[in-house]
C-alpha cells in the first residue's frame, strides 16, 4: 500500500525524501509527492507515476528546505491524478496518509457548513481541511492534529507539517504502520524500516491509536486516550532490510534464486538434530479444530497447510480469505486456535479478523515474515517465517517461507496428538531439510522454462491442474501468471475439470499440471488425459518417474527432482513462480510492480 516517509533534517530533505520513497516502491502505487518547509514557507511538489516523473519535476522545479514529508500513492478515493496526488495542502496545513478515512463523507458535510469545500477527490483532503479549520478557529498545531484525529473513523497511518513550524512534524497509526526513526540531532518518520534504515538503525514502532509529537530534539508518544507512552526503541538490522537487485534483472528474480538460501535458514531455525525447535506454547493436543486465515497467496499457503494439519495431526482444520471471515464472524469452538498468515503482519483483513478471535479461541498464532508487525505483536504468539525482506509484490520466497513454516506446525501437531512417531518425524525432518538442495536443482529449469514462456506469453487463457495439496498451488500458480503477465489463469482440482471447466479446451489453452508420482498420480494423469484427447495444449510438471509414465502426447514437460510426498508444493512453487516470471517478461510487463498491485494491503 502506499509509502509515507517524513524527515526533519540537518540538510536539505528533498533527495532524502525521494531516495526513501524510493525503496518503497515495491508497496506500489500510480503517484507521488513531496512537501518541504523552507525559511517557514510550506511547499510542495507531486507527479503521476513513476518516481522519476517527480525527480524531473525536482530538477525543473526544486524544493528547498530542512524539514518535509513525502508519499507515494495507490489510488483508492480518486484517480490518479496530481490533483489527488498526496501531499495534500490546506492554507498552512500538509498531510499525508496510508489508509481510508471512512466517515470522509459526513466530514465534508460538515466542513461545507462551515463554508470548506474540497478541491480532490480524496478522503485525505478531508484530514488537512480539519486540521485548517481547528488553526482558523484558535487552536495551536498540536491541538488542531488531535481535535482532527478524534473526529476520524477507518484506518490510517497520518503525518502532518505545518507552515511556519520547521521542527515539528505529527505523526499518528489507527490500523495503519508508523515507525518513528532517532537520529542525532535528526528525526524521522516512516512507513516501515526499509525506508528508515538508510537515515538510522534505531526506530521506534507506534502502536495502535497512538499519536506523536516529533521535533528534532526527540519524540512524545501518546495513545489513543491522550496518555503518555512508552514506547521501546528497536535497533534493526541494515542487512536485514536491503532492498538491492544484487545484479538481477528484477527482485522477482532475485527473490526466487533466494529461496533455496532462505528455506535453509528457516529449516536451520525451527528444525534441530533432534526434533522440531520452536517458541515455548506450541501444543496442539487436546484441540477440536484449527481455523486459518489469510488473503491471496498466504491463503493458498494456508489451503495446501489444511492437508497437512488434517493428514499428518488428525486435526480438523478449516480455512477462510480474511475478507470473508471477518464479516462472517463465525462461531469458534473454544478448544480452537487461530493462525493467521501474512508476509507484512498488516494486512488489514487479516489482521481484523486476529482481532476478532482474540477473545474467542484458546489461542492465536501469527505466521508472518515482520516480527514486529503488528499481528506479531497482537497475536498470542508470533512464528516469523525468516524469508527477509521480499520487495516483489507477487510473493515468491516469502511464500515457501509460510508453507515451510505452516508444515513445522503440523509436524508438530502430529507429534502432539499422537500420530506422529519419532521414526515417522525423523523421516519428515529428513525431507525437509532436503528441499533447499532440490529447489537448486529446479532453478536449474529456469531456461528451460523461458523458452517455454515465449510460448505462454501468446495464451489469453492459461489452466493449472493439480490434485490433494497440489491443488492449491495450482491456484497459486494461476494467481503469480494473472497477476504480473495479465493473462488470465485459474486453477482447478484436477477431478473437478469434468464439472464445468474442461468446457474452457480447446487448442488454444495451454493446461499446466503439477503431478509428482505420488499416491494421486495416476487419477491427475487420467484427468490430463482428457484433456489431450480434446486437444489441449498440456505442459506436464512431474518427477523422472512421472515423465517415464505420462509424457506421451504432452505439448511440453518439466522434470523435477523427487520430493519427499507432503513437501512437494513447496518444490513445485518454483516453477510456478518462474512461468510466471518468464511469461512476463516475454510480454513485457512491469514484474516487480504490477499494475493495480500493492505489496501490502493495509486498507479493506
Not at 478515512?101 to 461545507?112: D, G, K, S
Not at 508476509?343 to 479478523?353: I, N, P, R, V, Y
Not at 525431507?431 to 529446479?442: D, F, I, Q, V, Y
Not at 511469461?583 to 479493506?604: C, F, H, I, M, W
Request: with cysteine.
Amino acid at each position: 500500500m502506499c509509502g509515507i516517509i517524513g524527515v526533519l533534517g540537518t540538510h536539505e530533505v528533498a533527495p532524502l525524501l525521494v531516495e526513501s520513497l524510493k525503496r518503497l516502491e515495491y508497496r506500489g502505487y500510480d503517484s507521488a509527492g513531496i512537501a518541504t518547509i523552507n525559511e517557514g514557507r510550506l511547499d510542495r511538489r507531486r507527479a503521476v507515476g513513476k518516481l522519476v516523473n517527480l525527480s524531473d519535476l525536482l530538477v525543473h522545479n526544486p524544493l528547498a528546505g530542512k524539514s518535509g514529508i513525502g508519499h507515494t500513492r495507490w489510488a483508492t478515493h480518486g484517480a490518479a491524478t496530481e490533483t489527488n496526488a498526496h501531499p495534500h495542502r490546506s492554507g498552512p496545513v500538509a498531510v499525508v496518509h496510508n489508509g481510508i478515512i471512512e466517515n470522509f463523507r459526513e466530514l465534508r458535510a460538515e466542513l461545507a457548513e462551515a463554508g470548506i469545500h474540497p478541491e480532490t477527490e480524496t478522503d485525505t483532503e478531508t484530514v488537512a481541511l480539519l486540521t485548517r479549520l481547528h488553526m482558523d478557529r484558535g487552536l495551536p498545531p498540536r491541538e488542531a492534529a488531535v481535535a482532527t484525529l478524534k473526529q476520524l473513523e477507518g484506518a490510517f497511518a497520518l503525518l502532518w507539517l505545518f507552515e511556519g513550524e520547521g521542527d515539528l512534524m505529527i505523526a499518528a497509526r489507527k490500523g495503519s504502520p508508523l515507525a518513528i526513526g532517532h537520529g542525532d540531532g535528526e528525526m524521522f518518520v516512516g512507513s516501515d524500516a526499509i525506508a528508515l534504515a538508510p537515515m538510522t538503525c534505531e526506530i521506534t514502532y507506534l502502536e495502535e491509536g497512538d499519536f506523536a509529537f516529533v521535533t528534532r530534539a526527540g519524540v512524545e508518544i501518546f495513545d489513543e486516550a491522550g496518555r503518555r507512552a512508552n514506547r521501546d526503541r528497536q535497533v534493526i538490522d541494515a542487512g536485514a532490510v536491503q532492498v538491492e537487485k544484487a545484479g538481477f534483472k528484477h527482485f522477482m528474480a532475485k527473490e526466487i534464486a533466494e529461496q533455496p538460501a532462505v528455506l535453509g535458514d528457516a529449516i536451520n531455525h525451527y528444525v534441530k538434530k533432534d526434533g522440531l525447535d520452536l517458541p515455548e506454547g506450541i501444543d496442539f493436543a487436546g484441540l477440536d479444530r484449527l481455523t486459518l486465515v489469510a488473503c491471496g497467496t498466504a491463503y493458498y499457503a494456508c489451503a495446501v497447510a489444511k492437508y497437512w494439519f488434517e493428514n499428518l495431526a488428525r486435526l480438523p482444520c478449516e480455512i477462510d480469505v480474511a475478507s470473508e471471515f471477518r464479516y462472517r464472524e463465525p462461531p469458534m469452538p473454544a478448544k480452537s486456535w487461530a493462525i493467521f498468515v501474512s508476509q507484512s503482519g498488516e494486512t488489514a483483513d487479516t489482521l481484523a479478523a486476529l482481532r476478532y478471535c482474540n477473545e474467542k479461541v484458546e489461542k492465536t498464532l501469527a505466521v508472518v515474515n515482520v516480527p514486529t508487525s503488528s499481528m506479531a505483536r497482537e497475536a498470542d504468539l508470533a512464528l516469523p517465517i525468516h524469508a527477509g525482506v521480499e520487495v516483489g509484490v507477487a510473493s515468491t520466497k516469502a511464500f515457501t517461507c509460510q508453507l515451510l513454516s505452516l508444515a513445522v506446525l503440523a509436524l508438530k501437531a502430529g507429534v502432539d496428538r499422537g500420530h506422529i512417531t519419532e521414526t515417522q518425524l525423523a523421516a519428515h525432518l529428513e525431507g525437509l531439510r532436503a528441499l533447499p538442495g532440490l529447489m537448486n536443482t529446479a532453478l536449474g529449469t529456469a531456461d528451460e522454462i523461458a523458452g517455454l514462456a515465449e510460448k505462454l506469453a501468446e495464451a489469453q487463457d492459461i489452466l493449472f491442474l493439480g490434485r490433494g495439496p497440489l491443488y492449491p498451488l495450482a491456484m497459486e500458480g494461476a494467481l503469480k501468471l494473472k497477476e504480473i503477465s495479465y493473462i488470465h489463469a485459474e486453477g482447478y482440482a484436477s477431478g473437478e475439470l469434468k464439472h464445468g471447466p474442461i468446457a474452457l479446451i480447446e487448442r488454444t489453452v495451454p493446461v499446466i499440471v503439477f503431478a509428482p508420482h505420488d499416491r494421486l498420480f495416476d487419477k491427475t494423469v487420467s484427468n490430463m488425459q482428457e484433456v489431450m484427447a480434446r486437444h489441449g495444449k498440456v505442459l506436464l510438471v512431474s518427477d523422472a518417474r512421472g515423465l517415464r509414465e505420462a509424457s506421451e502426447g504432452t505439448w511440453a514437460t518439466l522434470k523435477m527432482p523427487e520430493v519427499a510426498e507432503p513437501f512437494a508444493p513447496i518444490l513445485y512453487a518454483l516453477p510456478a513462480q518462474l512461468l510466471a516470471y518468464y511469461t512476463a517478461v516475454a510480454k513485457g510487463t512491469d514484474v516487480d510492480q504490477p499494475r493495480n498491485l500493492a505489496k501490502s494491503v493495509t486498507v479493506e
